[in-house]
Structure formats: C-alpha cells, structure tokens
C-alpha cells in the first residue's frame, strides 16, 4: 500500500514509506512557511531532490506525479510531443465543478467542437472591435473610482483588492454578454461614495470603504475557483469528486448556469437571428447556427458544453489576469524607479496625450505599436508569478530518458530551475529527439535569475533603439502547444490597457511596510495576499 515509484526517477526517500506519501511532509512545509503554496512546493522538491526530473506522491495510495524541470523539454511537451502527452486527468478533475469546460477534454472530437463555438473571440477584430473599447471604458471607471476614493482617504492606503476583482469580473462579463449584463459593479462602488462620506479607518490606519453589492454570477466564479483549489489540494479527490455535487457552492454554479441561460442566451439568439453579433455570446451562438445549417439540423443553443464554456472561461481569465495586474501595481510601487520608466515610456507613445494632458484615447491605445517598457513589465510578473501546466502521458513513452508509462500526470513546472534558478546540467542524448534538432533556447543570467528585473527583456536592435524580446529567456506562464492558454491575447490586452491607464492617472506612491507584503494567497493562482494603493491623481 505504500507508493511504487517509477524506477530511475528521483523521490523523497521518506514519502514511499508511508501510504501518505509526500503528503505530510508537503504540508508540514508548507504550514511552517508563510507565502509557500503548492507550486512553490513543487520546484523546491525538483532542487532537493537535485534533478530536472522527479516524482511526488501527492495523495494517499496515489501514482506518481512526475514534476519537470527543465524548460527546453516542457516546451517540447507542449507543443511537439501532442503524440505522446495531452490534456489529463489532473485538470478535468480540478475542473470538475465547470462540468463541461473545454480544458477539461483531451484534444479530440468534443474539444474541437467547443473550441468551433469560440473561434472569433481571439479574433484581432473581435479583440480590437469590441473587447478594447469595453475594457477601455470599464478600467476607466476603476480610474474614476480610485480618484474618488484618493480624494476621500487624503493620505491614507486603501485596499484595492476587491476593486481590481469588481473591474476583472466586469470585464469578463461583458467579454461574453456586452452592456446586456447590466450596471458596472465599479459604477455601484462609484455610487456608494457618492454621499463623500469620510472612510472608517482599519487598524493598520488605512482607509476602509463600503462595499456595494454585486451580481450573482461574480460569487458563483468565486465558489467555483474555490472548488478548483479544493480538488487540487486534496488529500482524496476521486472522494472530492463525489462530495462537490452536493456542497451549496455546486448548487450555486448550475443556479447561475440557469439564470445566464434564462437571462442571457434567450436574449442573444434574438440578436443572431436579426444579424445583430456584438459581445462574445454572440459570436458564439451565430456558429451554433452557422454549424447546424451545416449540418442540416437545428442550432442546440442551450447545448451544455457552451453553457460551461461562459463560467469556465471567466474564471480562467478573471482571476489570473486580475493577479498580474495586482502584482504589476505591487512591482511599480515597491520600485518607483520602475514606475518612473513604465510612467516616461507611455508618456514617450501618445505624445498628444501628454501635450493635451488627458488619457491616451482607445484609438490611439490601438494605433500604437510594442512600449518595450511595458511589454517587459508585464512579462517579468508573469515570470515571477506563473499558473502551473500539467500533461497526461498519453502511451508508454520516456522524459530525458526515463521511461514514463501510459496515463502518467506531469507537471510542467513554470516556476523552478531554468526561470528562477539556474537550469540543471542535461546530456544531449538525454533529451528527446524533437528537443535535439531544435535550436536550445536562450537562457537567463544565472546572477539574478529569482529578482524582479524588467530590463531583462530588453534589448538594443541594429539602429540601437531599445526593443522588447519575448524570447529573451525561459518563460512559461501560459503554457505551450496547442493546450496553451486559449486566452493570452486578450490577456494581454487587458493587462496593457490596465496598466497604461492607471500608471497615467496615478503615481503610486509608497506604502507603508506592513501593507506591503509579497505574500501569496494559497490558491491556485498566484495570488497576492493583499494589495494596498496610494494613488495620487495625476491628470
Ligand atoms: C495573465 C493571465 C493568464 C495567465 C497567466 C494564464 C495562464 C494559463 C495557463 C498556464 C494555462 C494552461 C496552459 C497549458 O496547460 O499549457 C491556461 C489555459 C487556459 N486559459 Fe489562460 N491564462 C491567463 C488569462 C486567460 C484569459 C484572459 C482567458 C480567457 C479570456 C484564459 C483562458 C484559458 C483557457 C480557456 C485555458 C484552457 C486551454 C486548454 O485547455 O486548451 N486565460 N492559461
């Protein structure tokens, strides 16, 4: 009953000799560590145990998980090994609560049908067209808020945790349902303060303001992502699987399912079959349509794999975008220096802006081409604060030469040797054929590979003017291949308007050291802990 280990590969020599396996040890460092979470766990075991690849036992009488270090071969994995690795049971487990989420499918018949349906919304069109100016105006609305609540805290920090998850939520609700979901959850925090009311003060003498109600469907996202952190971290997950339908966050999920259903499909088929397509839901249902003529049958628009598309994917795009922009402001206020470049280099793109002191517009946002700067902030916090990848061996096959049996979980770390610590040493006929005839990627200055160091990303072109390099060295934040994240461009475009916006708007200033902690949430994005701002208004 205690756990087989893969023969060859490294293990905690104390984890085969309970049926626990590693989970005891796992938790006492975590619990003895503030700020160490799973994904911290794993990378430190790939150094304890001294190699690019490992094994972990991380529930009761499981199989090994096999944890890969090492960033020429994940990328492999990702993208060139589709044969051998895919999709496995880590994630459709973790997913469960999203029922029919595509991240849950293995790439087959039923995850290139929901993938049809969503075909337009990375669109440059749709992204461009419809999504920047959505995104445009509702940051600009968090701007609005925070030069209220500026005004009414004088000095004071603030907590901008719950506005920066209202204005994440915004955007992914109106990503699929437009202005048809209703009122701004930012606009009823702005109206709140509308008596000018002087915020109570906390103990650590900050400012705390009143929170607004808010829609439903936002605690249903919350509820569901708890349930995804529960899964992941759960010494029982087959028991986990069985126990989440009857748990009152399950109930709350299909709740919500039924309501967008009843509030939000009903009104978009209209709009399609009038020709009318605007936000995502749209675009969706048209090739439900389109597909059905097709094939000669009628459009299932209530299908439940597009239902668990809307909540699955506002969860995969809330809370991880939501927690780089957190760590963004973090960064920028820790490193005024920083702030100052990000601050100089927008101010260097939209000189008209600056001229006519007000806001670059959405056109010119959309006009513009790389601010280096920028791009190099926004890579750099990813790299520090990465979401993890996993694969499912798909057949008996090998990693650097072990062999791996069929229905193996590996996880990709994004976060260990070769992004945050020097890459470990690897023979050349180690590595996988495919790995072997491509060029090795480039590597990271070995000095200063843990620190927060934008420039990293930056280089001098011919003519010598500074350019961003997104291959620069090790970055796997959004995974590779064709199982990479689906939503990276709009991402990025969320990130870039949000960041451009409020470094415009504000200088941050400092906070004081007890509100300033790097600490992480312990879920399963990398979250931080808390996020305090004092934001002085600008233009
Ligand atoms: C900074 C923000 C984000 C980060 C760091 C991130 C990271 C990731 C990572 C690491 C994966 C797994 C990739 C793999 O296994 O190789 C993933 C998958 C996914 N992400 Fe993102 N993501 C972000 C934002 C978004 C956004 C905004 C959306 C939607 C609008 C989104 C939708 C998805 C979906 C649907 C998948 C599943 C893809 C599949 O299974 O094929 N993500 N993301």
Not at 254 to 283: F, H, M, N, P, W
Not at 364 to 384: G, K, N, V
Not at 463 to 483: C, I, L, N
Request: charged share 25%; hydrophobic share 40%.
């Amino acid at each position: 009953i205690c756990p087989k280990p893969i023969p060859g590969i490294p293990y905690n020599a104390s984890a085969i000799r309970s049926p626990l396996g590693d989970v005891p040890g796992m938790i006492r460092d975590i619990t003895s560590t503030p700020g160490l979470y799973f994904n911290d766990w794993c990378a430190k075991q790939s150094q304890k145990l001294n190699s690019p690849l490992c094994q972990v036992f991380l529930t009761p009488f499981s199989k090994p998980i096999l944890l890969l270090a090492d960033y020429d071969e994940a990328l492999d994995i990702g993208s060139r090994r589709t044969d051998d690795f895919d999709r496995g049971t880590f994630m459709a487990d973790s997913f469960a609560a999203f029922g029919n989420f595509h991240t849950r499918m293995p790439t087959g018949p039923e995850f290139k049908a929901s993938r049809r349906w969503l075909q337009d919304l990375m669109a440059p069109s749709f992204l461009n067209g419809f999504v920047a100016p959505t995104t445009y105006a509702l940051v600009s609305r968090l701007v609005e808020l925070w030069r209220t609540k500026a005004r009414l805290a004088g000095d004071k920090p603030f907590s901008a945790g719950t506005d920066l998850d209202r204005a994440n939520f915004d955007i992914m609700a109106r990503f699929f349902f437009g202005e048809h979901f209703g009122r701004s959850s930012i606009d009823a925090q702005i109206e709140l303060l509308s008596d000018e009311k002087a915020p109570e003060v906390g103990p650590r003498g900050e400012a705390v303001f009143p929170e607004g109600a808010i829609d439903s469907v936002f605690y249903t996202l919350h509820d569901a992502g708890r349930t995804v952190t529960q899964m992941m971290t759960s010494l029982w997950p087959k028991l986990t699987l069985h126990w989440i339908p009857w748990t009152a966050g399950y109930r709350r999920i299909q709740a919500t399912k039924r309501q967008l259903t009843r509030d939000q499909v009903q009104k978009s088929i209209k709009r399609v079959r009038a020709g009318e397509k605007s936000a995502g839901i749209d675009y969706m249902l048209s090739r439900e349509l389109a597909v059905a003529e097709q094939e000669g049958r009628e459009p299932d628009f209530y299908n439940d794999m597009i239902m668990a598309e809307f909540l699955g994917i506002a969860y995969a795009g809330m809370d991880t975008t939501e927690a780089n922009i957190s760590w963004a402001l973090k960064f920028v206020i820790k490193h005024p220096k920083v702030q100052e470049n990000l601050r100089h280099a927008l101010h260097s793109a939209y000189p008209l802006a600056v001229q006519e002191n007000r806001l670059p517009t959405v056109a010119e946002f959309l006009r513009s081409t790389s601010i280096p700067y920028l791009d190099a902030l926004i890579e750099e916090t990813i790299r520090l604060h990465p979401v993890l990848s996993t694969r499912d061996a798909i057949r008996d096959t090998e990693i650097l030469g072990h062999h791996v049996p069929k229905g193996t979980t590996v996880f990709l770390l994004p976060n260990g040797p070769s992004f945050l610590s020097p890459p470990f040493p690897i023979a050349e006929n180690k590595r996988s054929s495919t790995t072997r005839v491509v060029k090795p990627s480039k590597k990271w200055n070995e000095t200063d590979m843990a620190s927060f160091n934008p420039e990293r990303w930056l280089v001098r072109n011919a003519q010598r003017d500074v350019e961003f390099d997104s291959t620069a060295g090790p970055q796997s934040g959004f995974g590779h291949g064709p199982r990479a994240c689906w939503g990276k461009r709009e991402a990025y475009l969320r990130m870039r308007i949000a960041l451009t916006l409020l470094v415009w708007s504000f200088d941050f200033l400092e906070v004081p050291e007890s509100m300033s902690s790097m600490v992480a949430r312990p879920v399963f994005v990398h979250t931080p802990e808390e996020i305090f701002i004092r934001p002085r208004p600008r233009v």
